[in-house]
Nanobody, 122 residues
Framework: EVQLVESGGDSVQTGESLTLSCAAS????????IGWSRQAPGKEREVVSC????????FYGDSMRGRVTISNDDAKHTAYLRMNNLKPEDTAVYYC???????????????WGQGTQVIVSA
């Protein structure tokens, strides 16, 4: 059974940082692309970042470019999203995703976690 379990969501204030974690199981972690997307109130779902583990290619969406870093720990089968200088517009449910390749369209990802809530207050 493929499982992606997010953790690390929290309620923070503007300017603070958070690191989200995605623990993966049930598939060959280092053969997949791991992505993060978010669903903010009143906005369309968007991909924040994706890392292709076989070749190391990394992609960032426009909304958080420069404030976010994606990384992975193959031994722990875990991916991370480090978010800095958070803003109220970053308030969203953040989802971990997996697919055989990166794509900036979230609907193309095959596997999804249940999400973790991030709230950024002014």
């Amino acid at each position: 059974e493929v499982q992606l379990v997010e953790s690390g969501g929290d309620s923070v204030q503007t300017g603070e940082s958070l690191t989200l974690s995605c623990a993966a199981s049930g598939f060959a972690f280092d053969g997949y692309a791991i992505g993060w997307s978010r669903q903010a109130p009143g906005k369309e779902r968007e991909v924040v970042s994706c890392i292709s583990l076989p070749d190391g290619a990394i992609f960032y969406g426009d909304s958080m470019r420069g404030r976010v870093t994606i990384s992975n720990d193959d031994a722990k089968h875990t991916a991370y999203l480090r978010m800095n200088n958070l803003k109220p517009e970053d308030t969203a449910v953040y989802y971990c995703m997996a697919n055989i390749w990166c794509d900036m369209r979230s609907e193309t990802f095959r596997y999804w976690g249940q999400g973790t809530q991030v709230i950024v207050s002014a």
